[in-house]
């Protein structure tokens, strides 16, 4: 009994032990739960004070922002207002100072009228005056000056009805051209215009007005540096390019294929392209005289007489190709001194080089047997060489027997059939003289004939020739022409005289 009361004892013992330990142990967990709840409180509190100054930071930095903006606006308002005060204020002033100007002029121009009415009083009084001392009225003196100014310039206006019927004349003579060139297509092949102009074509008509320019400007500009005449008609997709001198209408075309292929057609870019194209020219002239002299197998020339045997490439005489009627004499020389034995070699290049002077012949004065002897002699050309094609004209002596060949062979390639045509060499030559007697004129540094000869552009040296002498000067060169050549109708002289300002920034 005493043992279970001990155990009964021992369990609400253990029970209540346990109890209070639970209860312990449940009260420091709550107190430990209350410090976390109460730091996580207290951390909330620290947190919402941050966002709420933070908040409070954004707040006035974007009010800040705000007037700032604000006053910006307003200064640029207050500058506009203070611009827009000070325009009128100027107007106010120009008005004002438009109207003294006006009543100035008023007052001038009561003075010139006043100047003018006294000037007819006296004009008047002088006219009265001149009638009482002459004897004689006004209609009077008019009729008797009249008849002395008809007179004087009589001889003149017969000499301009004398030019006017000549182009009467010379129309009538187009116009027969022109129905015998409709009836008859193979008469087509002797006409000029084929050797004096190259149809130049286009991809679209609208590149016509980037040729022509502003009023004119472009076509103008392009026509003085290359001295070849731009014909823009209603032919759909083509220009054509006139000049009878080929070396100038070849660089005028080369030039015109590389404007529109650039596309920027203007004064600067045509200068450019022209320079261009005379380069290139002067490229194709040397590789012309080379290719000439390699298909002979001449092959020991200077390089400065072949370089003039290629501009013979650009050049006709009667209407034959100069370089290739010179292969041919050379050609046909060698193969006649083969034939009787003699020289071939001395005939060969006899015969090549007995038009040399035709390179030069439009530059300088004299022949061109003349010119081409000078022209061999400077570069050391065999004398038998010179021997050989001095005479071809006739000229000079036959000194040797190959010189009787050259002139044969020249003979034989100038007159077989449709080799040359005598009227357009006369028609050339009268081009060539054209430009000549410009170019004799002191200050006269270019002459280019245009318009079928119709028409003559000079350029002068703007140092040496001034604006009074340019009228001077073309009336002489005018007089000249008509004193030394011959022409249908009445050639238009025209004098050019530019000067230019170049500097360069660095």
Do not use: W
Request: glycine share 6%; hydrophobic share 40%.
């Amino acid at each position: 009994m005493a043992s279970l009361g001990f155990l009964i004892l021992s369990l609400i013992l253990g029970l209540i032990g346990g109890y209070l330990i639970r209860t312990f142990i449940g009260l420091k967990f709550l107190r430990n739960a209350e410090k976390d709840a109460l730091k996580r409180i207290e951390e909330a509190k620290v947190k919402e004070k941050e966002i709420i100054l933070e908040a409070k930071n954004k707040a006035v930095g974007i009010l800040e922002e705000v007037k700032k903006e604000e006053k910006k606006k307003l200064e640029e308002l207050r500058k506009r207002e203070e611009r827009i005060f000070k325009k009128e204020e100027e107007l106010d002033f120009k008005e004002k100072e438009l109207e003294k100007e006006k009543g100035k002029l008023n007052q001038e121009l009561d003075k010139v009228l006043a100047i003018k009415k006294e000037i007819e009083e006296l004009k008047e009084k002088k006219i009265k005056e001149l009638e009482r001392i002459s004897g004689l009225k006004l209609e009077e003196a008019k009729e008797i000056l009249l008849k002395e100014v008809e007179s004087i310039y009589k001889n003149e206006v017969l000499e301009i009805i004398k030019k006017f019927e000549i182009y009467r004349k010379e129309e009538i003579e187009k116009r027969a051209i022109n129905i015998i060139t409709t009836v008859l297509p193979r008469y087509a092949r002797s006409v000029v215009s084929e050797f004096t102009t190259s149809p130049f074509y286009l991809e679209s008509d609208e590149i016509k007005g980037k040729i022509i320019g502003k009023e004119g400007r472009n076509i103008r500009y392009f026509e003085n540096l290359t001295g070849v005449e731009i014909i823009v008609d209603e032919t759909p997709g083509v220009v054509t390019l006139s000049c009878f001198d080929p070396v100038r209408r070849e660089i005028a075309k080369l030039a015109l294929e590389k404007l529109i292929k650039d596309g920027r057609i203007h004064p600067a870019k045509i200068e450019e392209k022209v320079q261009e194209a005379k380069e290139e020219i002067n490229q194709k002239i040397k590789e012309a005289g080379e290719n000439a002299a390699y298909q002979l197998g001449i092959l020991d020339l200077p390089p400065q007489i072949l370089h003039l045997m290629g501009r013979l490439a650009f050049r006709t005489s009667y209407g034959q190709n100069v370089l290739l009627h010179s292969v041919e004499t050379a050609i046909f020389a060698r193969m006649i001194a083969e034939e009787l034995g003699l020289d071939a070699r001395i005939a060969l290049l006899g015969g090549f080089l007995h038009d040399i002077g035709k390179s030069v012949d439009h530059e300088l004065p004299g022949n061109h047997v003349d010119l081409g002897i000078k022209i061999l002699q400077k570069y050391g050309i065999d004398q038998k060489v010179i021997d050989a094609m001095k005479s071809h004209h006739e000229t000079y002596p036959y000194e040797i027997p190959e010189a009787y060949v050259v002139t044969a062979a020249d003979v034989l390639s100038a007159t077989r059939p449709g080799a040359r045509s005598d009227t357009f060499e006369n028609y050339l030559k009268r081009l060539e003289d054209l430009e000549k007697i410009a170019l004799s004129f002191e200050g006269v540094n270019k002459a280019y004939a245009i318009s079928g000869g119709r028409e003559i552009r000079i350029f002068v040296i703007p140092e040496t020739v001034d604006d009074l002498k340019m009228s001077f000067l073309a009336k002489d060169i005018a007089k000249k022409i008509e004193q030394e050549l011959k022409y249908p109708g009445e050639i238009k002289v025209v004098v050019i005289r530019e000067t230019r300002a170049v500097e360069f920034a660095k």
